[in-house]
C-alpha cells in the first residue's frame, strides 16, 4: 500500500519529462526550419496548396452531401419516386401520393410537393411581377418540422376542392414586399387574378426543392392541377418515419401499397413501383459523382505534394547526416532520432495547414462555382468546426506520410561508414526511395491527365453536337396571362396573336417564335403516343413524345427545316379538325417504311386522333446531352393555354431589345409581366456549363499536378548529380565528351518516367472506367487520349530531365579534385 504514491510520482516525472522532450524536439524543429528559409517557405507552400485545396472540396463535400438538412429529425426523412418497369420516372401522381400517405404502416406523417415550380403572377404593386411558386399538400410544412416565422401552417380544410384562398410566402418575399410587417399574415394579395389570404410566412433561407416565393396548398381532386389522375406523374412525396422504422422496413411496406394499386387500377397502374430513398440521398445523387471526382483530384494532388515534399527532405537528409551521425554517436536512439524528424515533419505540415486553411478561404469561391448543382440552399461556403477538424486531421496525416520516409531512411544510415565517407556517399537506398517517389508521381500525375483529357474530349464532342435550331440572336421571354382576365379561349388567341404582330413591329426584329415551351429552356411535358392504325397489344409500350403548341410562324423563326408537308398555319383554327407536325425521329419510330402524311396519332387521354400534315427536322428539346426523342408540334388555337414562351430572332444584338420587348407585351396588357428574357446562346452554353466547369477543373488540377511531378523529376535528378560531382569530374578530367556525361543522367530520368507512366497507363484503364457516366460520346479507354496525355507527359518530363544534365555540363573538374 505505501508504494502506491512512489509509483505515482514516478510516473508523473516520467510524463513530465516526455512532455518536456517533445517541447524541446518542437523547439528545435522550429528553429532548424527558421535557419533554412528558403527551403522551409518552399515546403510549406507545396503543402499549402495541397492541403488547402483538400479542405476547401471537403468544406463542399461536407455542406452538400454530409451535413444534415436542415429540417427536423432530417435522417428520418424520405423521398417517394415513380418507377416504370423498374426505371426511375420519377415524379409520382397525386391520387397514388395520398394512396401510399394513408394506407402505410411506417410513415408518421407525409406531404406531397409539385416536382416542378411554376410562376405566377401577383398584381396590386407598382407593376406586375412574376414570382416562382410551389403547388404543397397541406401537411408538407409539419412533415418537414419547420414551422414559420409568422402565421400558421395551411389546414386540412384548405387542402380539399373548394377551399379558401390562402397561400403562404417566404420570408425574403416577405421583406421585399411588406417590409417585414407583422401584419402581412392575414393581409391579400392577387396571384393569377385570384385573391389570396396569407396566413404563414417560413423562415428566411428557407428551401425545399426549389427557391420558392409563394406556397399555394395543393386542392384534393383539383382538375386544374391533374390532381385527380393516375396518368398525371408531376409530383413528389415527402414522408417521415415512424419511431423504430429504417428504410427497408419503409420500402417493403410501400412495395406491398404499389402492388394492391397495380391490381385495382391495371390501366395506370400496372408496371408501376414506388422508388424510396432517404431524402438526403436523393437531394445529393444528381451531383455526388462530381463532387467525389474532384475530391480525389485534390487528394491526389496532395499526394504528390508529399512526395515532393519527401524528395526534398531526403535530399536536405543527406546534408544532415553527419549532424544525426554525430547525434547517433552521442547516445540518441533511433526512435529518438526518429521523433525528432517526424516532429520537424509535423511543424512544418502544421505550418502548411495553417496556411492552407488561410487559401482555403479563397479556393471556397472556386468550389462553388466549380461544382455543379452544390447548393441545396448552399452558394456559398465558411469555416465550421468539422472544416477545421478535417485541416487539422489532413495536416497530421501529411506530415507523417512525407516524413516518415526521410526518417527512416536516416536512422538506417551507417554511423561509422557515414562519418567517414563524409558527404560522397552514394546512399542507394535513399535513392530508391527517390526514385519510388518519382515513379509515383509520374504515375498519379499520368492518371490525372489522362482523366482531364478524356473530360476535355467529352466537352469538345458535346459542344459540336448540333441542337437542330439556329441560337444565334435569338431572345427569349415567358409570358403567362391569368384565366380570370381570359376565361375565354378566344380571348387568349387574340392576346397573343397580337403580341407576335406587335413583337413582329419592332425595328430589328425579322420573326417571331411563340411556343408553350422553348427547346433546351423548357424541356419536359410529354405524353404517350402510338399510331392509331397500328396501337400496341399492350398499351404500356406506348412511348412518350413532346407536347408542343405553337402559333404559325414557329418553325421559321426557329431555323426548324421543314423536310415534309406544311407547317402549322392559321387555318388550323379551334373548329378545324385537330392536325400535327412531327418531328423526324416521331416519323421514323411509329411510320417506319411509310409516308407519315396524312396518318393518325393517337395521344392518351384524347378520344380523336391527329392528321400529320408535316414532318420536321429533330430538335434538341432537353439539351445538347440527350438523345433525341418524338416531338408534336400542335396548333395554339386549338390548345389556347395561359403561358407561352417567346422567341424573337433579331438582325441587331438581342440583349439591347429587352426593354421594347416589354413594351410590346404592356401593349397588350399592362398588368401581364416579362420574365426570363435571355439570350437562347446563353441558354445553350448553361446547359452545358457542368461538364464545362468539371472538365476545367480537372485539367486545371492535371495540369498543377504535372508540374509537380516535373519538379520531382528535376529534384531527383539534381541530388543524382549533386551526388555525383566526384565522379562526374573524373570522368571530365579523363576526355569524357557530352555524351558521354550526359547519357547516364538522361537515361535514369527517362527510366523513371517511362515506369511511372507505364504504371499511370495500367491504373487508368480501370481508374478512368469510373468516368464513364460524366462522359459524352467518349469512350473512357480512348486510344487518342492516351497517347495524346503520353506525350504530353513526356514533353513536360524531356524539360525536368534536361535542366540537371544541362548542369552536369558546368562541373568543372578542377574544382571537384581540388576539394578533395
Known amino acids: 500500500m505505501k508504494t502506491k504514491p512512489h509509483v505515482f510520482r514516478t510516473t508523473g516525472s516520467t510524463l513530465r519529462l516526455q512532455s518536456d522532450s517533445l517541447l524541446q524536439d518542437v523547439r528545435y524543429a522550429t528553429r532548424g526550419l527558421l535557419r533554412q528559409p528558403g527551403f522551409t517557405a518552399s515546403v510549406v507552400l507545396l503543402l499549402a496548396i495541397g492541403i488547402g485545396a483538400n479542405v476547401a472540396m471537403f468544406s463542399a463535400l461536407h455542406q452538400a452531401l454530409l451535413k444534415p438538412l436542415p429540417f427536423a429529425e432530417p435522417e428520418n426523412l424520405v423521398l417517394g419516386r415513380t418507377m416504370f418497369n423498374g426505371k426511375v ?5 397525386v391520387p397514388d401520393c395520398y394512396d401510399f400517405s394513408e394506407r402505410n404502416h411506417v410513415l408518421e406523417s407525409a406531404g406531397v410537393v409539385r416536382s416542378t415550380p411554376i410562376f405566377a403572377t401577383v398584381t396590386g404593386g407598382e407593376e406586375p411581377e412574376r414570382i416562382s411558386t410551389l403547388v404543397v399538400s397541406w401537411d408538407l410544412f409539419p412533415t418537414l418540422g419547420v414551422p414559420p416565422v409568422a402565421g400558421r401552417y395551411f389546414s386540412p380544410s384548405e387542402g380539399e376542392l373548394g377551399g379558401p384562398g390562402v397561400a403562404m ?63 398525371w406523374h408531376s409530383w413528389f412525396l415527402v414522408g417521415r418515419l415512424r419511431r423504430g422504422v429504417n428504410i427497408e422496413t419503409a420500402r417493403a411496406d410501400l412495395d406491398l401499397i404499389a402492388a394492391q ?31 467525389f471526382l474532384l475530391m480525389a483530384a485534390v487528394g491526389l494532388v496532395l499526394l504528390i505534394a508529399c512526395g515532393n515534399v519527401a524528395s526534398l527532405l531526403l535530399a536536405r537528409g543527406a546534408t544532415r547526416r553527419s549532424e544525426l551521425c554525430v547525434r547517433a554517436a552521442l547516445g540518441a536512439s533511433s526512435w529518438r532520432l526518429v521523433r525528432q524528424l517526424l516532429t520537424e515533419s509535423l511543424v512544418t505540415a502544421a505550418a502548411g495547414g495553417a496556411l492552407g486553411v488561410t487559401l482555403a478561404f479563397y479556393f471556397q469561391k472556386l468550389v462553388v462555382f466549380a461544382v455543379p448543382g452544390i447548393a441545396l440552399g448552399v452558394d456559398s461556403l465558411s469555416v465550421s468546426w468539422p472544416m477545421l477538424a478535417f485541416a487539422l486531421g489532413v495536416s497530421a496525416i501529411t506530415g507523417v506520410l512525407f516524413g516518415v520516409l526521410p526518417a527512416i531512411q536516416a536512422v538506417r544510415s551507417n554511423i561509422a561508414g557515414d562519418m567517414r565517407s563524409g558527404t560522397r556517399s552514394t546512399d542507394s537506398r535513399g535513392q530508391r526511395v527517390q526514385n519510388g517517389l518519382v515513379i509515383t508521381q509520374v504515375a498519379v500525375s499520368t492518371i490525372l491527365l489522362i482523366g482531364s483529357g478524356l473530360l476535355l474530349k467529352s466537352f469538345v464532342t458535346l459542344l459540336a453536337v448540333e441542337p437542330g435550331f439556329d441560337t444565334e440572336n435569338l431572345m427569349t421571354a415567358d409570358i403567362q396571362i391569368a384565366s380570370n382576365k381570359y376565361p375565354d379561349e378566344s380571348q387568349r388567341i387574340l392576346f397573343f396573336s397580337s403580341l407576335q404582330e406587335h413583337l413582329e413591329a419592332i425595328p430589328g426584329v425579322s420573326d417571331v417564335a411563340v411556343v408553350n415551351q422553348l427547346p433546351i429552356r423548357n424541356p419536359g411535358n410529354n405524353y404517350l403516343v402510338h399510331a392509331t392504325e397500328r396501337p400496341p397489344v399492350d398499351l404500356h409500350d406506348r412511348e412518350a413524345a413532346f407536347w408542343r403548341t405553337i402559333l404559325p410562324g414557329y418553325f421559321a423563326a426557329m431555323g426548324v427545316p421543314l423536310l415534309h408537308g406544311r407547317g402549322i ?45 408535316g414532318v420536321v427536322g429533330d430538335i434538341r428539346n432537353q439539351g445538347a446531352k440527350y438523345s433525341q426523342r418524338m416531338t408534336m408540334y400542335l396548333p395554339y388555337m386549338q390548345f389556347p393555354t395561359l403561358t407561352m414562351r417567346v422567341g424573337v430572332r433579331t438582325a441587331i444584338d438581342p440583349v439591347s431589345l429587352a426593354a421594347e420587348m416589354r413594351d410590346a407585351v404592356w401593349k397588350s396588357d399592362r398588368d401581364v409581366p416579362v420574365t426570363g428574357i435571355e439570350s437562347m446562346e446563353m441558354i445553350a452554353a448553361r446547359s452545358v456549363s457542368d461538364e464545362k466547369v468539371v472538365a476545367i477543373s480537372v485539367t486545371l488540377f492535371a495540369a498543377v499536378a504535372v508540374l509537380l511531378a516535373a519538379l520531382g523529376i528535376y529534384g531527383a535528378l539534381s541530388y543524382y548529380v549533386n551526388r555525383r560531382q566526384h565522379e562526374i569530374g573524373i570522368k571530365v578530367a ?5 555524351g558521354q556525361v550526359l547519357r547516364p543522367i538522361l537515361s535514369r530520368g527517362f527510366s523513371l518516367v517511362v515506369v511511372g507512366v507505364g504504371l499511370g ?16 460520346d467518349v469512350a473512357p479507354t480512348d486510344p487518342s487520349t492516351f497517347v495524346f496525355a503520353c506525350l504530353s507527359f513526356g514533353c513536360v518530363a524531356l524539360v525536368a530531365c534536361l535542366i540537371p544534365a544541362r548542369r552536369a555540363l558546368k562541373v568543372d573538374p578542377v574544382t571537384v579534385l581540388g576539394a578533395e
Open 169 to 231: 410566402i417566404s420570408g425574403g418575399y416577405w421583406q421585399r414586399r411588406f417590409g417585414g410587417a407583422p401584419d402581412a399574415v392575414g393581409s391579400t394579395i392577387t396571384v393569377d387574378g385570384a385573391v389570396q389570404t396569407i396566413v404563414g410566412v417560413m423562415p428566411p433561407g428557407f428551401e425545399f426543392m426549389h427557391d420558392a416565393d409563394l406556397w399555394l396548398p395543393l386542392r384534393r381532386d383539383d382538375p386544374t392541377l391533374g390532381a385527380q389522375w393516375r396518368g
Open 89 to 93: 420516372n420519377p415524379d409520382m401522381s
Open 569 to 613: 398555319e392559321s387555318s388550323d383554327h379551334a373548329d378545324a379538325p385537330y392536325v400535327t407536325v412531327i418531328n423526324e425521329t416521331m416519323a421514323r419510330k411509329l411510320f417506319p417504311d411509310q409516308d407519315p402524311l396524312g396518318q393518325l396519332v393517337t395521344v392518351s387521354g384524347d378520344d380523336a386522333p391527329y392528321e400529320v400534315v
Open 761 to 776: 497507363i495500367v491504373g487508368s484503364f480501370w481508374i478512368t472506367r469510373l468516368l464513364q457516366q460524366v462522359l459524352f
Open 261 to 291: 394499386l397495380a391490381s385495382e387500377y391495371p390501366d395506370s397502374n400496372r408496371d408501376k413501383d414506388i422508388l424510396v430513398t432517404e431524402l438526403q440521398e436523393a437531394f445529393t445523387e444528381d451531383f455526388q459523382t462530381t463532387v
Open 734 to 738: 579523363l576526355g569524357a565528351d557530352r
